[in-house]
């Protein structure tokens, strides 16, 4: 068998976007994916670990930044198996950087993006890094080229797949958070990521070793998790004659949530206990932040594991019971299912603890979760990214271990005047163009608000979010008479008003019929009937006109306004 070569080095991302490598997403990897929620969250940390001090950037601690997984000989050309979202986001966060800070060090932020022709070493002029081919042209034109930002900003761009979209809204996201930064802070950031972040860089000739590297930096099967560690540890301080009692006590935990649910019930035990995002790692913080501070194997198992085990088998199942107050436990449940549909966990910390306080006070736990329901939505609507969810929830849990009066204004479980202004602005723009999970959450809200229906009834159904007035009406169709300006299209066919679901996939075609027809043949089911009350409010107008569309705006608003008292 041959022998393969595998390197691992360190390099700065200034060594990185060098002519050492040139990067290519090869057309077997997944698109990319990263959201403004990760985008977000880089530029948070790397703005967090910066500070604010005043020491010299070459002085600063280096901040690592991970690993990713090429193959590369020993020329430049590097496929990359595994880190593309990461080396996308910092071409964006470079590039962005460069439209933002003086001149003078513009040119070294373009030759980390873009290599010159090389003709002694036989190396064509070409951009340091290429995404998957059906995205390259788009990346080169409007983000790696020295202008294209400037260009991004001003173009409307439409028919832009998924990747390209998040590309431009990752791209204006760091334009808008670091154009409010001073100028010299943003000097500062650009000079310290490229020279004190760094990448462990793995890399391998050959396609299948590269595959096996990637697996074992990512396994996720069952070899030995910290909880498998802890629970050696934890127990092995126990008296040597009561271990196979609490032995038993954290393994019934343990099976009742399955293994990876008992693992982020550590993470979230964790979490109440140390109040902050991991700055190590889980298995160290558990150590430091719970463990230390019970300092009382039992007490752990007893007191804190079981009890939260049990609070997060709850939440996560929706499964709170009373018997007294049967109806009460049904409009809890209904709380956590909505919950549980949305795109965090982070909520889920605050809740166990409110939860494990007052378990057998059903009234006093549903104020609660319509209170948590509430700013769970807005926070999640408002594109609150990790860091501030973290934050808030961390501010609730406080207030919750204090036995701080939840209902009062200044209250981290209540949302303040702006909060409250910027979750209905959100709802009153182009909802259409919002992120699709935000979107769908407040769509399926809103529509089992209107039908008073249970959350159970949108678990496994299709859902489709269609535009009543089409976002591309053709010329000769009726709706270029009732919306015959572009203005007054553009203004409506993205909001609200205008928006409905079906349970079934998106047809193309229908979705140009005139209103007639659409509601015959494209809203209905075969009974005539639509399966969302957002749809049969459609059905039951007879014409779809400017005024239809406002009025129908202003009273969904109204409703969500109500519902979540905004």
């Known amino acids: 068998m041959a022998k393969v070569e595998i390197k691992g080095e360190q390099h700065t991302i200034g060594e990185v976007f060098s002519e050492r490598f040139a990067f290519s997403v090869p057309p077997y990897q997944r698109p990319y994916a990263w959201t403004t929620e990760h985008a977000g969250e880089l530029l948070d940390d790397l703005l967090g ?49 460069r439209a933002l800070i003086p001149p003078s060090f513009t040119e070294g932020i373009t030759r980390r993006l873009y290599a010159p022709a090389d003709p002694l070493n036989n190396l064509p002029a070409r951009y340091r890094l290429r995404p998957k081919d059906r995205d390259a042209l788009f990346f080169q034109e409007y983000i790696q080229s020295e202008h294209g930002i400037v260009h991004l900003r001003a ?22 958070t670091l154009g409010d930064l001073p100028e010299a802070q943003r000097i500062r950031l650009t000079q310290f990521i490229v020279t004190r972040c760094l990448l462990v860089v793995v890399s391998t000739p050959d396609l299948s070793s590269a595959y096996r590297i990637f697996s074992v930096l990512n396994d996720r099967g069952l070899d030995l998790s910290y909880a498998d560690i802890l629970k050696a540890e934890i127990i092995g301080q126990i008296a040597e004659h009561e271990q196979r009692e609490y032995t038993s006590r954290w393994e019934d935990t343990e099976e009742a949530l399955g293994r990876g649910a008992f693992d982020q019930l550590l993470t979230h035990i964790r979490m109440i206990y ?58 809890i449940n209904a709380l956590l299912r909505w919950l549980n549909r949305l795109d965090n966990i982070d909520w889920i910390p605050p809740a166990m603890v409110y939860l494990r306080s007052y378990p057998d006070a059903p009234d006093r736990l549903e104020r609660f979760f319509i209170g948590l329901e509430r700013l769970a939505a807005s926070l999640t609507i408002r594109r609150q990214f ?50 699709a999970m935000p979107r769908q959450y407040a769509l399926l809200r809103l529509d089992s608000s209107l039908a008073q229906a249970d959350s159970t009834l949108y678990a ?14 053709p010329p000769e169709s009726e ?30 075609q229908a979705s140009n019929y005139d209103f ?6 494209y809203f209905s089911s075969r009974n005539g009937v639509a399966a969302f009350a957002l749809t049969t409010q459609v059905l039951q107008e007879q014409e779809w006109t400017p005024q239809v569309v406002e009025r129908r705006q202003e009273a969904l608003i109204n409703h969500l306004k109500q519902l979540w008292r905004l």
């Open 49 to 97: 670990y910066l500070g604010t001090s005043d020491d010299a950037v070459e002085d600063l601690s280096p901040y690592f930044l991970g690993s990713i997984v090429l193959i590369k000989s020993e020329r430049p050309d590097a496929q990359i198996v595994d880190g593309q979202q990461r080396l996308i986001t910092l071409t964006i966060l470079l590039a962005t950087l």
């Open 155 to 176: 173009a409307l761009l439409r028919n832009l797949n998924d990747s390209q979209r998040n590309m431009r809204e990752n791209t204006l996201y760091y334009l808008r």
């Open 274 to 331: 140390r109040k902050n995002k991991p700055m190590g790692t889980i298995l160290d913080e558990f150590r430091a932040y719970v463990v230390a501070t019970i300092n009382d194997s039992r007490r752990l198992i007893d007191d804190v594991l079981r009890p939260y085990g049990d609070a997060f088998y709850v939440l996560s199942n929706a499964r709170y019971e009373s018997a007294e107050q049967p109806e009460v436990a049904g409009r």
């Open 386 to 435: 990790i860091n501030k969810r973290i934050q808030r929830y961390n501010r609730l849990l406080a207030a919750i271990e204090c036995g701080a009066d939840l209902s009062l204004a200044s209250s981290p479980m209540q949302l303040n005047a702006e909060e409250r202004e910027a979750t209905l602005g959100a709802l009153s723009g182009d909802l259409y163009l919002m992120a």
């Open 460 to 473: 496994h159904r299709t859902l489709t979010v269609e535009h009543v007035l089409p976002r591309n009406p």
């Open 479 to 508: 709706w270029m008479t009732v919306f015959p300006t572009l203005e007054e299209r553009a203004r409506w066919v993205h909001r609200l008003g205008n928006l409905v679901l079906l349970s079934r996939a998106k047809n193309m």
């Open 516 to 521: 007639a027809r659409k509601k015959t043949i």
